[in-house]
């Protein structure tokens, strides 16, 4: 077991957009981003933040059971991905940029976990990260936004008539809202 800590500081300055000709493929993109940057917690960041501003959350594939686990390069080509993408594509980013990651496979209470539930089935990865000595914990998954419930044409119709609003949507949609955790 290793110590762990959650006090990394997170620069959002560092770039996080890239031309087209280094999206061919992760490698190309982790060495454009990281290449000329030092520190390992700047290439982390910059890492980080390409991924949660980049990759949405593929919420058809986890409200269908798809939860498979996807090649690196099919989560970097689809831009989508559950949270086992999310973190193996952060762990060959860093492995690119000559940092030590792992992805961590755990529990986690979501939209789906009601008081009283039992936790008890593993469905959340995240990462961590070895910087400046030590093990800090990142969650691109959680990092890039979160789930919001979209409703279609109709509820939005008798959302404007009603003062309350009470139509709610069984519709699911990921919506990128950069946080860090």
């Not at 960041?45 to 949660?52: E, L, M, V």
């Not at 789906?112 to 990260?129: E, L, Q, T």
């Amino acid at each position: 077991m290793f110590p762990l800590s959650i006090t990394a500081q997170v620069d959002t300055v560092v770039r996080v957009s890239a031309p087209g000709n280094v999206f061919g493929n992760y490698k190309d993109l982790a060495h454009y981003l990281c290449d000329g940057i030092t520190g390992a917690q700047e290439n982390a960041n910059a890492i980080y933040n390409w991924i949660t501003r980049n990759i949405k959350y593929d919420v058809k594939a986890v409200q269908k059971g798809e939860l498979k686990n996807p090649e690196v390069e099919k989560v970097f080509k689809s831009r989508r991905a559950e949270c086992g993408g999310y973190a193996r594509l952060l762990v060959e980013m860093c492995r690119e940029a000559q940092l030590k990651s792992i992805s961590i496979d755990g529990y986690a209470k979501d939209w789906m976990f009601d008081d009283g539930n039992k936790v008890y089935i593993p469905r959340h990865a995240w990462n961590a990260v070895f910087i400046n000595g030590k093990w800090e914990l990142a969650d691109v998954t959680r990092g890039a936004g979160g789930l919001v419930q979209a409703p279609n044409w109709w509820r939005k119709i008798l959302n404007k008539i009603m003062r309350n609003k009470v139509c709610y949507s069984k519709h699911l949609e990921f919506r990128f809202e950069l946080k860090y955790v």
